[in-house]
Nanobody, 125 residues
């Protein structure tokens, strides 16, 4: 069982930055692949970024590539999403997800068993 708690969301102007954190419970965090997803009002949840359980490989949605960076700190049981050059279309609730031995190519939400409660990110124009 893994419990995930996101933090770091907020209101930011276009062009600004935010860093989201996702703290995980449990002693086997290093065995979990992690993903970030987002859901805007009236839209389906979409993939943002993922990092393999080894931490060696990552993947990104085309819409965030070059602006967002996913990373993990296994000593702190935490995965991060650094978001730079934010745009109004990045406004959404951001969720982190975990899957045992997950790979960076886990871009489909159905591959993840554990989910956080989400954190709101609002980018003003």
């Amino acid at each position: 069982q893994v419990q995930l708690v996101e933090s770091g969301g907020g209101l930011v102007q276009a062009g600004g930055s935010l860093r989201l954190s996702c703290a995980a419970s449990g002693r086997t965090f290093s065995s979990y692949g992690m993903g970030w997803f987002r859901q805007a009002p009236g839209k389906e949840r979409e993939f943002v970024a993922a990092i393999s359980w080894t931490g060696q490989t990552t993947s990104y949605a085309d819409s965030v590539k070059g602006r967002f960076t996913i990373s993990r700190d296994n000593a702190k049981n935490t995965v991060y999403l650094q978001m730079n050059s934010l745009k109004p279309e990045d406004t959404a609730v951001y969720y982190c997800a975990a899957e045992l031995l997950g790979a960076e190519w886990y871009t489909d939400a159905s591959r993840y068993t554990y989910w956080g409660q989400g954190t709101q990110v609002t980018v003003s124009s």
